[in-house]
């Protein structure tokens, strides 16, 4: 027998509630009143941050006796029109995770309480291929005020996928479902592979008991949230001038950064320093932002828990593997932020004081593969907050703080035939982003060279400083 993925709908697939939407389009059709319904919108919040409970799905019930007489093809208008809006609202990592259970030969079916007629539009919309949901009863063509069916709740709803699979040739018990409510628990206890998204609160203690994993669509899998928010999102809060007395910043730019969609963040890497000071222009950017990281900081205790709440994307260098490019476009996909060094590492000895930057192929590869903008930033003076042989930075720099610069650039003009010519175009937008001081050719000083080694480095100093950018 097959096995198939079930969803649920609202604060699953939704972030939130559909019952906006649906109430909207069905008095646009004219079949209820064009007027405020009294504490529905209250009522509408109060499901986006409890989730289900018992009092409203009575309420849910009802609605079938409460719809007797509604015309259904009026009802079918208004889900299709609510399904216009929707379908936008559904996040990206559920559409990715929809398209992969497909490309996997599953079948993916909507499992909700709300009526058929309402969500049957918006799971064609999601390509979705079946739905399960309450059927209201019809005669001559208008409700007749019963339930035609299963109320697609509770125990109901696992009694109505079991019904499905029996007539699909699915096997339930192999299956895999979502959901965020513990009304759920009787799909989810029953099926292989149960997920708990956005769960409410004693679903989250159940799957924190059970070992089920637990996922929002609308970060990438990982993040977690408090109070609904991710943990990047809080650190952008904090992430004003004030707060690091001991570096300035100077940030210019920043509204070439699409508001919204895909895209890929390049920057020079001159220190650890850098992705915090791209953290700083993505903060002021307003939008989350996916760094790419090596292995080592992820298998690092503390840090590598921190970056993975961060929505970071482990990379494994020299592995051959395309799963961080994957990991990457999916993101992109998903309409978030990606950022990455195109460098690969810090440049060593000589080669940090180079003109010209050498780049890796991984940033014109992913451009090439999702056809999302890639917009440079040049960073400058993150080497004096945060050298290369120092362990931490130099938080006592409160009298004399150095200034680390950042500026952003317009999309590289991408040709998408050569990795190669592609990646020097990349590189070459950084250094037009560059001071003047970075494009003229520096001899260095055995000091300013002892600063761009790892800290307690005890090789030969004059071996490095012959290496490129990328070698180690």
Same mark, same amino acid.
């Given at each position: 027998?097959?096995?198939?993925?079930?969803?649920?709908?609202?604060?699953?697939?939704?972030?939130?509630?559909?019952?906006?939407?649906?109430?909207?389009?069905?008095?646009?059709?004219?079949?209820?009143?064009?007027?405020?319904?009294?504490?529905?919108?209250?009522?509408?919040?109060?499901?986006?941050?409890?989730?289900?409970?018992?009092?409203?799905?009575?309420?849910?019930?009802?609605?079938?006796?409460?719809?007797?007489?509604?015309?259904?093809?009026?009802?079918?208008?208004?889900?299709?029109?609510?399904?216009?809006?929707?379908?936008?609202?559904?996040?990206?990592f559920a559409k990715a995770l929809i398209a992969r259970h497909q490309e996997e030969g599953r079948r993916v079916v909507m499992a909700t309480t709300s009526p058929y007629d309402l969500v049957a539009p918006l799971a064609e919309a999601l390509g979705i291929d079946d739905v399960i949901a309450t059927r209201y009863g019809e005669l001559d063509g208008r409700y007749d005020g019963s339930i035609d069916g299963f109320f697609v709740w509770g125990p109901g709803k696992l009694a109505a996928v079991r019904q499905w699979a029996l007539e699909h040739g699915v096997d339930v018990?192999?299956?895999?479902?979502?959901?965020?409510?513990?009304?759920?628990?009787?799909?989810?206890?029953?099926?292989?592979?149960?997920?708990?998204?956005?769960?409410?609160?004693?679903?989250?203690?159940?799957?924190?008991?059970?070992?089920?994993?637990?996922?929002?669509?609308?970060?990438?899998?990982?993040?977690?949230?408090?109070?609904?928010?991710?943990?990047?999102?809080?650190?952008?809060?904090?992430?004003?001038?004030?707060?690091?007395?001991?570096?300035?910043?100077?940030?210019?730019?920043?509204?070439?950064?699409?508001?919204?969609?895909?895209?890929?963040?390049?920057?020079?890497?001159?220190?650890?320093?850098?992705?915090?000071?791209?953290?700083? &222009?993505? *903060? +002021?950017? =307003?939008? #989350? !932002?996916?760094?790419?990281?090596?292995?080592?900081?992820? %298998?690092?205790?503390?840090?590598?828990?921190?970056?993975?709440?961060?929505?970071?994307?482990?990379?494994?260098?020299?592995?051959?593997?395309?799963?961080?490019?994957?990991?990457?476009?999916?993101?992109?996909?998903?309409?978030?932020?990606?950022?990455?060094?195109?460098?690969?590492?810090?440049?060593?000895?000589?080669?940090?004081?180079?003109?010209?930057?050498?780049?890796?192929?991984?940033?014109?590869?992913?451009?090439?593969?999702?056809?999302?903008?890639?917009?440079?930033?040049?960073?400058?003076?993150?080497?004096?907050?945060?050298?290369?042989?120092?362990?931490?930075?130099?938080?006592?720099?409160?009298?004399?703080?150095?200034? &680390?610069? *950042? +500026?952003? =650039?317009? #999309? !590289?003009?991408?040709?998408?035939?050569?990795?190669?010519? %592609?990646?020097?175009?990349?590189?070459?937008?950084?250094?037009?982003?560059?001071?003047?001081?970075?494009?003229?050719?520096?001899?260095?000083?055995?000091?300013?060279?002892?600063?761009?080694?790892?800290?307690?480095?005890?090789?030969?100093?004059?071996?490095?400083?012959?290496?490129?950018?990328?070698?180690?």
């Amino acid at each position: 027998m097959d096995d198939a993925a079930f969803f649920d709908l609202d604060r699953t697939l939704l972030a939130g509630a559909s019952g906006p939407m649906f109430s909207t389009m069905l008095k646009r059709v004219g079949v209820i009143p064009d007027r405020a319904i009294p504490g529905e919108g209250l009522l509408f919040r109060f499901f986006d941050v409890v989730g289900e409970t018992v009092p409203s799905m009575i309420a849910t019930r009802q609605m079938a006796r409460a719809a007797a007489g509604w015309d259904r093809s009026l009802v079918q208008e208004a889900g299709r029109l609510a399904a216009q809006g929707l379908v936008h609202e559904v996040p990206g990592f559920a559409k990715a995770l929809i398209a992969r259970h497909q490309e996997e030969g599953r079948r993916v079916v909507m499992a909700t309480t709300s009526p058929y007629d309402l969500v049957a539009p918006l799971a064609e919309a999601l390509g979705i291929d079946d739905v399960i949901a309450t059927r209201y009863g019809e005669l001559d063509g208008r409700y007749d005020g019963s339930i035609d069916g299963f109320f697609v709740w509770g125990p109901g709803k696992l009694a109505a996928v079991r019904q499905w699979a029996l007539e699909h040739g699915v096997d339930v018990a192999r299956s895999y479902a979502y959901s965020d409510s513990v009304y759920d628990l009787p799909l989810l206890s029953a099926v292989r592979f149960p997920t708990a998204v956005n769960p409410d609160p004693r679903l989250r203690m159940v799957a924190a008991v059970r070992r089920w994993p637990t996922q929002h669509f609308d970060v990438p899998a990982g993040v977690p949230k408090l109070a609904g928010i991710e943990p990047q999102r809080l650190l952008q809060v904090l992430a004003r001038p004030e707060l690091f007395p001991w570096v300035r910043f100077d940030i210019a730019g920043v509204e070439r950064i699409p508001e919204t969609g895909p895209a890929i963040i390049v920057g020079n890497h001159r220190s650890y320093f850098d992705p915090l000071a791209i953290g700083m &222009v993505m *903060a +002021r950017a =307003g939008r #989350p !932002v996916r760094f790419l990281g090596k292995k080592e900081v992820f %298998d690092a205790p503390v840090v590598g828990q921190i970056t993975t709440a961060l929505g970071g994307i482990r990379v494994e260098r020299g592995s051959g593997s395309d799963e961080p490019l994957a990991a990457a476009a999916a993101a992109l996909d998903a309409g978030e932020v990606v950022a990455l060094m195109p460098q690969g590492t810090i440049p060593r000895g000589r080669a940090f004081f180079e003109p010209e930057l050498k780049g890796r192929w991984g940033a014109a590869k992913l451009a090439a593969l999702t056809k999302a903008p890639v917009v440079p930033i040049g960073l400058w003076g993150t080497e004096k907050v945060w050298p290369r042989n120092a362990r931490t930075p130099n938080v006592l720099a409160i009298g004399h703080p150095p200034t &680390v610069r *950042a +500026r952003v =650039g317009q #999309p !590289v003009d991408l040709r998408y035939r050569s990795a190669n010519a %592609d990646t020097e175009r990349i590189m070459a937008a950084i250094v037009d982003l560059l001071p003047a001081e970075a494009r003229v050719r520096h001899e260095p000083t055995p000091e300013e060279l002892a600063r761009t080694l790892p800290a307690g480095y005890q090789g030969d100093l004059d071996a490095e400083t012959d290496r490129r950018p990328g070698s180690d």
